[in-house]
């Protein structure tokens, strides 16, 4: 019983502050804000990128967040849905990015997304002591 108030107790404040990070801007979608709040987390994955961490190389297939990741796993406010590079197995999960995980490619869906994405890339490089290695878009 306690463990469904902690649950219950931890949407409600994670709604709360979705809904602040949407006040405070307008134009924020629902999936914004989630990326906004648990950016630590997820790192610059973004669907179409492919990272490689402890476990294998990993392309990004989806990222789900608030009532998509809920369908999907139980008291999950994100989840990402991802393809092992080397044998096609598929993954869920809620591993954070790590120092040990690595960015190899970022596709974008358009030119804007492009600039975006690397940006996102090049920040985790810099953060991983890559610098200077290719970042796709």
């Not at 306690?2 to 134009?27: C, F, G, M, V, Y």
């Not at 999960?93 to 490619?105: E, L, N, Q």
């Amino acid at each position: 019983m306690a463990l469904t108030i902690t649950r219950q107790t931890n949407r409600r404040l994670e709604l709360d502050r979705i809904a602040q990070l949407k006040a405070s801007s307008p134009e924020m979608t629902d999936a914004a804000a989630y990326r906004h709040l648990y950016q630590a987390a997820i790192g610059p994955r973004f669907v179409g990128t492919v990272y490689r961490d402890a476990t294998g190389i990993w392309e990004v297939l989806e990222v789900l967040f608030g009532d998509g990741a809920l369908a999907r796993r139980s008291n999950s406010s994100w989840l990402l849905i991802e393809r092992n590079s080397f044998d096609n197995r598929r993954r869920e999960h809620r591993f954070g990015w790590t120092a040990a995980s690595r960015v190899i490619a970022q596709r974008a869906a358009s030119d804007a997304d492009a600039k975006v994405f690397a940006a996102e890339a090049a920040g985790a490089l810099v953060a991983n002591g890559l610098a200077g290695a290719a970042v796709s878009a």
